[in-house]
């Protein structure tokens, strides 16, 4: 058979039907209790909280569903949600919201919160998107997880809380990336936040940008083909960056710029980058087991802004530059103090 | 009770409509081509005889929740055949005796979760055009579980790949860069490699691979892998392009006495941390290929005819290996 949405017309109308009639039944059993969750099925406000379903397709003028309640769950259940302009959801200072388990495409975000205290977006599909695909502005307590993000013209997530009187934390995690038009991970202003396991191909910017952040964990990222830099830290400090593959950025692989101090960048691999494939401007971070080869210019680089940085145990070669700048081979200096046990491979040339 | 409030509660049972449609989710009971986005659910197992597939999606947009089903057939036909369609997840079910369980090899962002594939040809075959996800499936076939062509980024995690099948190649992973494959299980392959990757910027992170014969158990033919936290054992471990790192692995009793277990044939590799021992042959060699190759604190012990064999070039150790040249 060919099957349409509907192949059933009868079974779509009793379906919404039942999301009345589930409420009268909920207390028979467990079967019951789950349909008392309230049906979605066209363009939504949300005033109550509650457990929420997409019961079918929706397609218009976003936003398709306005969440104006705390303590709202949306579980997407496998539906698609296509707006025409604006976001497809939009959430407004409100706490405890989660939107999982669907597709999304086009339209200007995907999801969007602004002021959200606690929200969850979990195994969405996106593709599309004209702005920021997945955006929290002044948001705290963000999780971003098991999403695919495809063919946006911005950020693929963007967690801007700039403008909060306080950092805020997020996690984006387990997540692929691919055709995004800027920064696939844009994060400003977090703190305490984690950014994990996530494979990102194909950015027309930087791959991940961390502006003016603390006490981050960036770690077992994938990041390739980037239009600028693989990820930067700016003006970040006490982050932990490991166990990273930054391949084929079009600038420097990773940039710890000079207001970036005391981060610990260890266990990352850069390879076939434009120019140099560590580049650190800051004070006191340390480089530690990074393998940085086959990059335009030096393997590392501590440029003029930087001092009192420790560098152990890297190999860079086969860099157009040589291993690192500013010193002889295993050593490098272009700023004050930067310091290494000489157990390096940072060979002047090759 | 009453008769009245009695009535009513056997007319709300009887005139409920079946659970699933309460969610709006299509319900499929027979061979299907999906032709408009949205969410399906499989209502009975499917057997086919092989000409044709069983379901075919036609859409992008589409969550197909096989609900514990089996799609089967009698060594022929594909389970669900995915056409140049975007967004597709395909979870929850059994592919038993077919030639394919999934195709879908000019498909983008599909995911592929909690499948259990036994006596197939091919379990999976999905890529070409974007992120993939394999997630949380158990495959074991004749030929090849789980084949990704040109899939990037994409993340094979949590899947067991159970020998039973005999697959020549469990897991080949073509042409796919920005590749995570973490935190599987394959046991008991008798075969040529359990893993086999193609593409770059590929990271092989705790993964848990023993053999009972055949040869290489881990092949990776793309520059610029990482190769981390495995365990692998009564198997060989090679790589073959540049800019590699291998990091904190354990690699022993490989049976092959004719390659090293860790083998290195390209520039550049990093060697840090692993544990290689006990093999039928070297333990780390860097081959006549190779180049500048940098080891750093690794044990190799006990490995047949020496631990560690450097015919290349400019290949640098540092001080805090232990590899004595015997035992």
């Known amino acids: 058979m060919n099957v349409s949405k509907t192949p059933f017309p009868g079974l779509l109308l009793a379906a919404v039907a039942l999301g009345a009639a589930a409420l009268v039944v909920a207390p028979i059993g467990t079967a019951e209790a789950a349909e008392a969750r309230v049906p979605l099925y066209t363009t939504t406000t949300i005033t109550a909280p509650g457990t929420y379903v997409l019961t079918r397709n929706v397609t218009g003028a976003g936003p398709l569903i306005s969440i104006q309640a705390s303590d709202v769950d949306i579980d997407l259940n496998g539906f698609n949600l296509t707006p025409t302009s604006g976001a497809a959801v939009n959430a407004q200072n409100q706490s405890r919201i989660s939107v999982h388990d669907g597709f999304i495409a086009n339209g200007t975000n995907a999801v969007r919160f602004d002021g959200v205290d606690t929200g969850r977006v979990e195994r969405v599909n996106v593709v599309g998107s004209t702005a920021a695909a997945l955006s929290f502005t002044k948001c705290n307590g963000?999780?971003?997880?098991?999403?695919?993000?495809?063919?946006?013209?911005?950020?693929?997530?963007?967690?801007?809380?700039?403008?909060?009187?306080?950092?805020?934390?997020?996690?984006?995690?387990?997540?692929?990336?691919?055709?995004?038009?800027?920064?696939?991970?844009?994060?400003?202003?977090?703190?305490?936040?984690?950014?994990?396991?996530?494979?990102?191909?194909?950015?027309?910017?930087?791959?991940?940008?961390?502006?003016?952040?603390?006490?981050?964990?960036?770690?077992?990222?994938?990041?390739?083909?980037?239009?600028?830099?693989?990820?930067?830290?700016?003006?970040?400090?006490?982050?932990?960056?490991?166990?990273?593959?930054?391949?084929?950025?079009?600038?420097?692989?990773?940039?710890?710029?000079?207001?970036?101090n005391e981060n610990m960048i260890a266990r990352n691999q850069v390879t076939g980058g434009l120019i140099t494939g560590i580049l650190v401007g800051g004070d006191r971070n340390v480089l530690d087991r990074n393998q940085s080869n086959s990059n335009g210019n030096w393997g590392i680089q501590f440029n003029g802004f930087s001092n009192d940085n420790v560098y152990r145990t890297n190999m860079a070669r086969g860099n157009t530059g040589g291993g690192c700048a500013g010193g002889p081979a295993d050593f490098c200096d272009q700023g004050g103090g930067n310091t290494t046990f000489g157990d390096n491979f940072l060979p002047a040339l090759r | 009770m009453r008769p009245t409030a009695a009535l009513g509660a056997l007319l709300a049972l009887v005139l409920a409509p079946p659970a699933l449609a309460a969610d709006g989710r299509t319900p499929i009971w027979e061979p299907t081509t999906i032709t408009e986005p949205g969410a399906y659910t499989l209502a009975r197992d499917l057997v086919t005889d092989g000409s044709v597939a069983l379901i075919t999606i036609a859409a992008s947009g589409v969550d197909l929740d096989l609900a514990g089903h089996t799609l089967s057939g009698t060594g022929l036909g594909t389970a669900v055949y995915?056409?140049?369609?975007?967004?597709?997840?395909?979870?929850?079910?059994?592919?038993?005796?077919?030639?394919?369980?999934?195709?879908?090899?000019?498909?983008?962002?599909?995911?592929?979760?909690?499948?259990?594939?036994?006596?197939?040809?091919?379990?999976?075959?999905?890529?070409?055009f974007g992120p993939v996800v394999v997630r949380d499936c158990n495959l074991s076939s004749s030929l090849i579980s789980l084949y990704l062509i040109s899939a990037q980024p994409a993340i094979v995690e949590r899947n067991v790949l159970a020998g039973v099948g005999n697959a020549t190649q469990p897991l080949r992973l073509l042409t796919s860069n920005a590749l995570r494959i973490e935190d599987n299980a394959a046991v008991l392959m008798s075969n040529y490699w359990a893993l086999l990757t193609t593409g770059d910027a590929v990271r092989v992170d705790s993964n848990r691979v023993v053999k009972v014969g055949g040869d290489t158990a881990l092949w990776f033919d793309g520059p610029a892998t990482v190769v981390q936290d495995n365990a692998v054992s009564t198997g060989q471990v090679q790589a073959t392009r540049d800019d590699v790192a291998f990091r904190d692995n354990v690699v022993r009793a490989s049976p092959d006495i004719a390659l090293a277990q860790l083998r290195l044939t390209a520039a550049r590799a990093l060697l840090s941390g692993n544990l290689v021992s006990g093999g039928a042959a070297l333990g780390l060699s860097f081959e006549s290929t190779a180049s500048r190759g940098v080891l750093s604190g690794n044990v190799a012990r006990g490995n047949a005819t020496g631990n560690l064999w450097d015919f290349g070039t400019n290949d640098?150790?540092?001080?805090?290996?232990?590899?004595?040249?015997l035992y």
């Open chain 1, 142 to 260: 963000i999780v971003v997880r098991d999403v695919i993000v495809r063919n946006t013209t911005a950020e693929g997530v963007l967690f801007d809380a700039s403008a909060s009187a306080t950092p805020g934390v997020v996690e984006v995690s387990d997540s692929l990336f691919s055709g995004i038009g800027t920064i696939a991970i844009s994060l400003k202003n977090a703190a305490s936040s984690l950014v994990a396991k996530n494979g990102i191909n194909s950015t027309g910017a930087r791959g991940m940008l961390f502006d003016t952040c603390s006490a981050l964990t960036v770690r077992d990222n994938i990041v390739r083909s980037t239009g600028f830099a693989g990820f930067a830290l700016i003006g970040s400090s006490g982050c932990q960056v490991t166990g990273n593959i930054v391949r084929l950025p079009t600038n420097e692989g990773i940039i710890v710029d000079q207001n970036s």
């Open chain 2, 82 to 128: 995915v056409l140049a369609v975007d967004r597709v997840r395909i979870h929850d079910g059994v592919f038993r005796g077919l030639v394919d369980g999934v195709w879908a090899s000019q498909s983008a962002a599909v995911v592929v979760e909690r499948i259990r594939c036994v006596d197939n040809v091919r379990c999976l075959l999905l890529g070409e």
């Open chain 2, 316 to 325: 640098t150790t540092a001080g805090d290996n232990f590899v004595p040249f």
